[in-house]
């Protein structure tokens, strides 16, 4: 699987646009960018995930750029219910997820 | 969305003995579960994918008769962590992967495990 660059950690102001950004510049072409966040103490939750295309639902948008060398996930509206560690994972339909060690976004009142 | 559920969600055990976690997938039949650890401000790692039916395969560097993974059911699978020691102390988060679906694997809530 493809290895992904993530920013330490991040922080955004409460109802401002938070824009997480991911490097996989090794990606391959069957492989897909998805995105997990994990609250303290509790199990991963996804969030969305996409191939080439941008895509968006009620969580978030994923914007993958055009040689797909990165992405961002954009939470359009922070809450305080948002901080979280982010993890962006690549890989290929049907392999195993590995995680690498994600941004911890704080959204801060 | 899908459910996982993990029994229990927390556990303490004195060193030496043996404890079983279960994951059960709710509302879906799962042929494929997958189980991490996880210790404090570190990321998920993946220990072994487990097959319903079939003996599990396990990662590099997991000893295979201390985390012993079985999976009997399409919705059910258990982690005994075996002879457990304080360093076996952790977050075991356990996962399902439905073949079908927007995306692929749903988890559970994990279990902390606390070896005394």
């Known amino acids: 699987d493809a290895k992904t660059t993530q920013p330490t950690s991040m922080d955004c102001a409460e109802g401002r646009a938070a824009n997480l950004p991911c490097n996989h510049s090794t990606i391959s072409g069957n492989e897909y960018v998805y995105w997990y966040r994990q609250i303290h103490s509790q199990g991963p939750q996804y969030i969305i995930h996409?191939?080439?295309n941008n895509e968006t639902n009620e969580m978030a948008s994923l914007i993958i750029t055009e040689d797909r060398k990165s992405s961002t996930l954009i939470l359009p509206h922070a809450t305080l219910r948002d901080t979280a560690v982010y993890y962006c994972?690549?890989?290929?339909?049907?392999?195993?997820?590995?995680f690498g060690t994600g941004t911890s976004l704080t959204v801060i009142p | 969305g899908a459910v996982v559920s993990q029994h229990p969600s927390w556990v303490i055990c004195k060193s030496g003995t043996s404890v079983k976690i279960e994951c059960r997938s709710l509302?879906?039949?799962?042929?494929?579960m997958f189980w991490y650890r996880q210790f404090p401000k570190q990321s998920l790692m993946l220990m072994a994918t487990s097959n319903e039916g079939s003996k599990a395969t396990y990662e590099q560097g997991v000893e295979k008769d201390k985390f012993l993974i079985n999976h009997a059911s399409l919705t059910l699978s258990t982690l005994t962590v075996t002879s457990a020691h304080p360093e076996d102390s952790s977050f075991y988060i356990c996962?399902?992967?439905?073949?079908?679906?927007?995306?692929?694997?749903?988890f559970g809530p994990g279990t902390r495990l606390t070896v005394t």
């Open positions: 509302d879906f039949q799962a042929t494929t």
């Open positions: 994972i690549v890989k290929p339909t049907g392999n195993q997820f590995y």
């Open positions: 996409g191939l080439k």
């Open positions: 996962s399902s992967r439905r073949l079908a679906g927007l995306y692929e694997q749903y």
